[in-house]
């Protein structure tokens, strides 16, 4: 199957930091999603990327599809972007339809 | 709408119990998945429907596991004879590809086998 790798695997940050966090996958995709999951465990759909940029507020994100790999931004970080961030793919031309996460990125902002 | 709800919450039960879990998608999402997440881990695909046909079944969903979507609406997913190493986070999430390709997650049913 398609491997998903994010790195890095931790990441602490002081208040009002930025951030670049990435995803490498293994193969052409035609969907690609970044999801942050909050110290609940709620997943929350932050961007479908699987091509360009794409901005919303603090965050962005772009995904050079020709080379694999997809970026995730995050400016002015607050405390409550605390949590993992998990980058998934859907492989391209498979004949499936789901998503393959990867081990995400843990993010700790101190205040 | 209120978005993928998931019930119960939280579940523990004894080792060879039987479990039942529902999700009721967002109710114009023709697709709905279940996922599984351990701790550490992403989550991992077990399922998927596309209104009420299961499209497709992961490895990881053993014969003990079974999934159902009968009207196309709400769907449940129950385990038979449980064993430890099924405690984990089931999460469902919801999408209408027509629309927008995004998922949209549950806050999941957290399963401990005792």
């Known amino acids: 199957g398609i491997q998903v790798e994010q790195s890095p695997p931790d990441l602490i940050l002081q208040e009002g930091a930025n951030s670049t966090l990435r995803c490498n996958f293994s193969?052409?995709?035609?969907?690609l999603q970044w999801f942050h999951q909050n110290p609940w465990g709620q997943l929350i759909n932050l961007f479908y990327i699987p091509s360009g940029t794409k901005q919303n507020g603090r965050l962005s994100a772009t995904t050079v599809a020709t080379e694999r790999y997809s970026l995730l931004y995050i400016s002015s970080s607050q405390t409550t972007d605390s949590g993992v961030y998990f980058c998934a793919v859907e492989r391209e031309n498979f004949g499936n339809e789901k998503l393959t996460f990867g081990t995400g990125t843990r993010l700790t902002i101190i205040p | 709408d209120t978005g993928v709800s998931q019930d119960p919450r939280h579940k523990i039960t004894k080792r060879g119990q039987n479990v039942t879990f529902r999700c009721d998608p967002i109710s114009e999402h023709n697709r709905l998945y279940w996922y599984r997440q351990t701790l550490g881990q992403g989550p991992e695909f077990l399922t998927y429907f596309q209104n009420e046909a299961q499209l497709e079944k992961s490895r990881l969903l053993s014969d003990r596991f079974s999934a159902e979507r009968p009207k196309g609406s709400f769907s449940t997913l129950e385990i038979q004879r449980t064993e430890q190493g099924d405690s984990a986070m089931y999460l469902c999430a919801s999408s209408f590809p027509a629309v927008d390709y995004g998922y949209t997650f549950g806050s999941g049913t957290r399963l401990t086998v005792v």
């Open positions: 193969d052409s995709v035609n969907n």
